[in-house]
């Protein structure tokens, strides 16, 4: 499927025009890479954000201006901290049949065994390195964890493999352990206090021996 976005081209001043834009729900940006002069446009955030929302951060973005057509990945991004608008992105222009580095989500799924029997699983990292066209680019990478007992752990060699892309991070990256229950405060006073208790008793006893 082809994600269109329709941009037009900007001008760089006078400064207040991008106030001006942004206010109007516009969001500016550069496209730049392959075949394409860093050019400045503009167009509707929300068409973006739908395209992002939709389709994930790898989505393949075909741009539309002045009658051109160019296929583009999200290279960047400047988004504002109280709204997370995007005020300003940078879009690379691609070449359809050349490989390229982006990341891609990792997403656990299943139940862990581990965790039925009491234990909790811990994901330590959250995405990895792929190399792929860019219409093969996935959006994530889905990893089961169904089998995985206390103990067990899982890293990059886990994830599946797939024709269509190629998995570039370390295989001995880790990506998740189950480890084992940790008892609750509640649990640890009882059993401090039964020590106690125990320490008191034999502390008593030791007392009557020497009496």
Do not use: C, W
Not at 50 to 67: P, S, T, V, W
Not at 170 to 187: C, G, K, L, Q, R
């Amino acid at each position: 499927m082809t994600n269109k976005l329709q941009v037009s081209k900007r001008e760089l001043r006078p400064r207040s025009l991008r106030t001006k834009l942004r206010n109007e729900g516009k969001a500016l940006g550069v496209v730049y890479g392959y075949k394409v002069d860093s050019t400045p446009i503009v167009f509707d955030e929300m068409d973006l954000r739908k395209i992002l929302r939709d389709h994930g951060d790898n989505a393949l973005i075909e741009l539309h201006y002045d009658g051109n057509k160019i296929n583009t990945l999200v290279h960047g991004s400047e988004t504002n901290p109280f709204t997370n608008f995007y005020q300003h992105v940078e879009f690379m222009a691609v070449k359809m049949d050349e490989e390229t580095e982006v990341e891609a989500d990792i997403v656990l799924v299943g139940d862990a065994k581990g965790v039925k029997e009491g234990g909790y699983l811990a994901q330590s990292l959250y995405k990895v390195t792929v190399a792929a066209t860019p219409a093969n680019i996935p959006e994530r990478i889905e990893l089961d964890v169904s089998d995985l007992e206390i103990g067990d752990s899982v890293t990059v060699a886990d994830l599946p493999k797939d024709k269509s892309y190629t998995i570039v991070s370390e295989p001995d990256m880790h990506i998740a352990t189950v480890n084992e229950p940790v008892a609750s405060e509640e649990e640890e006073t009882e059993e401090g206090s039964t020590e106690s208790e125990a320490s008191e008793v034999v502390s008593e006893e030791s007392t009557e021996d020497k009496e």
